[in-house]
């Protein structure tokens, strides 16, 4: 079995190769060329136990992740876990993976599948609202996706800014991150705006004026009790693109609009069927991509890195 760590996963793989797999995985989702449990989600203590089977063809996956979010506090990741990767036809350990890697990595390339195809090539101002290691990541995604000239972070704990303005230069030293007091002045300057926070209420204003004509990819609300957009935005929109059915049983981002008549069901599309179908978004209107994220991800990407990993001879061969 080869082990991976985090080093030996980011080396392995591009942001863009993992983008392009991501994509890869919402047209499996949609042709259902595959198996997926249910995953176990365990809450105790405020905090979250997550377990994810799924099956392909080839091989399968289980990541066990554990989310606890008072750990940003004591300056050390909100999300730990591993993830096994098996092959489909004898069931042998093939990889043992760091899942908050793995994790960061498709999270971050499933909002830039989103940016793919809700926004044309133009646009050049992205906003990231959170600054922990998942806004990281959807904002090397972004610019991996799209040539963003400047990004516009806010964060509640400024400090965290600080932080991801070193690690993001470090991969795109010509693009300009600018530290926002407000995310209001954010909303203003920033065409795509990604929010990745574990918020349980909304963390844009209820104003129509700042959220009309952009394109919103929420990631941070996994509960039915969190909630990143406000009431105003749901109203605003025709359609609303998700990864996933099960994200109106999940995300408290489409159950209270769903529930509240900000949206109807009938508004809900996944993202898979856009790519299917190559459907123009219409440019200009306000457009929302919402992910709770999913098992087929990891699968996908998991099999992905260890491919690579394999060909460049990263890792470490460990006999259970």
Not at 53 to 63: A, L, M
Not at 66 to 93: A, R, Y
Not at 100 to 110: D, E, F, H, M, Y
Not at 170 to 187: A, I, K, Q, Y
Request: hydrophobic share 40%; with cysteine; charged share 25%.
């Amino acid at each position: 079995m080869l082990c991976l760590s985090e080093r030996e996963i980011v080396e392995a793989v591009s942001f863009a190769e993992v983008i392009g797999a991501v994509e890869s995985a919402m047209i499996l989702y949609e042709r259902k060329d595959f198996y997926m449990p249910q995953r176990i989600h365990a809450d105790y203590a405020g905090n979250t136990l997550l377990l994810m089977p799924c099956f392909s063809e080839r091989v399968f996956s289980t990541k066990l992740v554990s989310l606890f979010p008072s750990n940003t506090k004591k300056g050390i990741p909100v999300l730990c876990g591993t993830m096994i990767l098996n092959d489909g036809e004898t069931g042998e350990p093939l990889a043992l993976l760091n899942a908050s890697t793995l994790t960061a990595l498709r999270t971050g390339a499933v909002g830039s599948v989103g940016i793919r195809y809700l926004n044309g090539d133009d646009v050049t101002t992205l906003g990231i609202v959170g600054a922990g290691v998942q806004g990281l990541h959807q904002a090397l995604c972004g610019c991996a996706e799209r040539m963003f000239s400047d990004v516009f972070v806010f964060d509640r704990l400024t400090e965290k800014i600080t932080s991801f303005s070193k690690k993001f230069s470090e991969h795109f030293p010509e693009v300009r991150v600018h530290p926002t007091d407000r995310v209001e002045d954010l909303l203003k300057e920033s065409q795509v705006v990604i929010t990745a926070t574990n918020s349980l209420e909304p963390v844009l204003p209820n104003e129509v004026s700042l959220l009309e004509g952009k394109c919103f990819v929420g990631i941070g609300s996994y509960k039915p009790s969190m909630r990143e957009f406000p009431e105003a935005l749901f109203k605003l929109l025709k359609r609303m693109f998700v990864d996933t059915e099960h994200a109106v049983e999940e995300s408290g981002d489409v159950i209270d609009p769903l529930k509240n008549g900000w949206i109807r069901r009938g508004q809900l599309m996944t993202l898979g069927k856009v790519i299917l179908r190559s459907e123009k978004v219409k440019q200009g209107s306000t457009r929302l991509f919402k992910s709770v994220g999913m098992a087929l991800f990891d699968l996908v990407v998991s099999e992905l890195i260890y491919q690579r990993a394999t060909q460049k001879g990263l890792g470490q061969e460990i006999k259970l």
